[in-house]
């Protein structure tokens, strides 16, 4: 849906009204039988306002059903398919645990490097127990609180996926990508 919204707003991309309250809660409203579908017993669970009607401010923009999945996508492209797999009804407890931190939303290389670790690009979803708790070493949880002790440490912003991975700890190797992925892009 946000490879679509994308190419059906392109020619918004660059104007005030790409941020508009009132689009997104319209878009929302246009494709609510997608983001809020009539469950088996009749009845809808809408959930929180914000999945709907997007909120000012960075704790609660990115978690509106439609825009803030389409702004990563307009960020990054592609390389947001591991966290945006999930139907439009539901968070996804990728995009969220990324997408709540803007440090490492903010940064195109975190981003790519959180995409090589976590996507399965032969299943086309991500990597299983890859948001289970802290019991599965180098899952997200971990990858997130890894980059945060980095950041203090290294200025993220100025390296490559491949020298964030090189960074990371032996309990990631099992879920790094193999080199020939470097070398496709």
């Avoid at 809020?36 to 990115?62: L, Q, S």
């Avoid at 490097?113 to 949880?141: H, I, M, W």
């Amino acid at each position: 849906m946000s490879e679509y919204l994308h190419a059906q707003l392109a020619p918004l991309a660059h104007t005030t009204h790409i941020k508009s309250v009132g689009l997104w809660g319209w878009l929302s409203l246009y494709y609510f039988d997608l983001v809020c579908p009539v469950r088996a017993n009749g009845t809808r669970v809408p959930g929180r306002d914000y999945r709907h009607i997007p909120e000012k401010g960075f704790w609660f923009a990115h978690r509106h059903l439609l825009a803030g999945p389409y702004f990563a996508y307009e960020t990054y492209g592609a390389k947001t398919r591991f966290m945006l797999t999930t139907p439009l009804y539901r968070e996804n407890t990728l995009f969220h645990e990324l997408a709540a931190r803007q440090s490492l939303m903010s940064n195109a290389a975190v981003i790519e490097a959180a995409s090589l670790l976590y996507f399965d690009r032969t299943r086309g979803k991500p990597k299983r127990k890859v948001t289970t708790g802290s019991e599965e070493p180098g899952n997200l949880n971990r990858f997130v609180n890894v980059i945060q002790q980095l950041d203090v440490t290294y200025d993220l912003y100025s390296l490559t996926a491949r020298e964030i991975l090189d960074l990371l700890p032996g309990e990631f190797d099992k879920w790094r990508p193999p080199l020939r992925l470097f070398a496709e892009g």
